[in-house]
Nanobody, 128 residues
Framework: QVRLVESGGGLVQPGGSLRLSCAASGFSLDGFAIGWFRQAPGKEREGVACVSNFDGKIYYGDSMKDRLTISTDNAENTVYLQMNNLKPGDTAVYYC?????????????????????WGQGTQVTVAS
């Protein structure tokens, strides 16, 4: 069965860090683009970071750029998102997704793009 499973979320104080994981099973992420998205109640879904294994391109969204590092471990079939200096405004459910599309289509044009695979999300709460 094709699955994407996020982990690593939780409660963290402002200024703290988290590393999220997106583990794929049932298919290989090699040749795919993988994206991290977030959505908070009452707000639009945002593309946080995307990476394409087939051409090495990386995109970081404006909201969290300079506080993120996306990385892949193809041997583990897993994508990671290191988040630093977290702020209360970062509180959201974070999702990973995968498809054989470009970084632009996934991370920038995701509202107009049907993305094949989605995880269930992991909650990130930044609060004192």
């Amino acid at each position: 069965q094709v699955r994407l499973v996020e982990s690593g979320g939780g409660l963290v104080q402002p200024g703290g860090s988290l590393r999220l994981s997106c583990a794929a099973s049932g298919f290989s992420l090699d040749g795919f683009a993988i994206g991290w998205f977030r959505q908070a109640p009452g707000k639009e879904r945002e593309g946080v970071a995307c990476v394409s294994n087939f051409d090495g391109k990386i995109y970081y969204g404006d909201s969290m750029k300079d506080r993120l590092t996306i990385s892949t471990d193809n041997a583990e079939n897993t994508v990671y998102l290191q988040m630093n200096n977290l702020k209360p405004g970062d509180t959201a459910v974070y999702y990973c997704a995968a498809d054989q599309i470009s970084v632009q289509a996934m991370c920038v044009r995701h509202r107009q793009t049907v993305i094949e695979y989605w995880g269930q999300g992991t909650q990130v709460t930044v609060a004192s």
